[in-house]
T-cell receptor, first 112, second 114 residues
Framework: GEDVEQSLFLSVREGDSSVINCTYT??????LYWYKQEPGAGLQLLTY?????DMKQDQRLTVLLNKKDKHLSLRIADTQTGDSAIYFC????????????FGTGTKLQVIP | NAGVTQTPKFQVLKTGQSMTLQCAQD?????MSWYRQDPGMGLRLIHY???????DQGEVPNGYNVSRSTTEDFPLRLLSAAPSQTSVYFC?????????????FGPGTRLTVL
């Protein structure tokens, strides 16, 4: 079955880089996503990567995909206090409704 | 655009009570979904709809009903609430299948069943 795993918690100092990791099990994943959830709010799509890509950069965000190890990471450069949130990775595979499977979420705490 | 709206924001029920969680979107999205979020478990799909009049079960549908009479609304009904249904519920919508288009999420409904 499908399973997406993340570490539960990460603490970094303001200005440092944050790296949030995710492992997934379904090799037929087509898209992999990173969502951000701020306190009391719904999820917001941050970025995504196609499964045929190795890297995607979007301003302070860098997504790395290692298909061999089924490992996805999100690097946030120059982390700010406004980046404090829960980050979810998610995978989707084609067929039918293209069900999205979410990871357990990583709570990022940025220390001023 | 209001985006995806959910009501109520908070609700406390007693075991056995029924209620409806409301979800509406004003983006003319065909695809709508209900998820529940539990600590340490990520989001799990309860039910989804690919258009008015068409619904299907997700990963954890037991104890919940849905209907989709209009494009805008996708209510989630709890028939007889149980403590195991204590969770945060999110509604989401997208223009076309989530693989092609971003899902937009509502702010969530925090439900406690005593």
């Amino acid at each position: 079955g499908e399973d997406v795993e993340q570490s539960l918690f990460l603490s970094v100092r303001e200005g440092d880089s944050s790296v949030i990791n995710c492992t997934y099990t379904d090799s037929s994943s087509t898209y992999l996503y990173w969502y951000k959830q701020e306190p009391g709010a719904g999820l917001q799509l941050l970025t995504y990567i196609f499964s045929n890509m190795d890297m995607k950069q979007d301003q302070r965000l860098t997504v790395l995909l290692n298909k061999k190890d089924k490992h996805l990471s999100l690097r946030i450069a120059d982390t700010q206090t406004g980046d404090s949130a829960i980050y979810f990775c998610a995978e989707i595979y084609s067929g039918g409704y293209q069900k999205v499977t979410f990871g357990t979420g990583t709570k990022l705490q940025v220390i001023p | 655009n209001a985006g995806v709206t959910q009501t109520p924001k908070f609700q406390v029920l007693k075991t056995g009570q029924s209620m409806t969680l409301q979800c509406a979107q004003d983006m003319n999205h065909e695809y709508m979904s209900w998820y529940r979020q539990d600590p340490g478990m990520g989001l799990r799909l309860i039910h989804y709809s690919v258009g008015a009049g068409i619904t299907d079960q997700g990963e954890v549908p037991n104890g919940y009903n849905v209907s989709r009479s209009t494009t805008e609304d996708f209510p989630l009904r709890l028939l007889s609430a149980a403590p195991s249904q204590t969770s945060v519920y999110f509604c989401a919508s997208s223009y076309s299948p989530p693989i092609y288009n971003e899902q937009f999420f509502g702010p969530g409904t925090r439900l406690t069943v005593l």
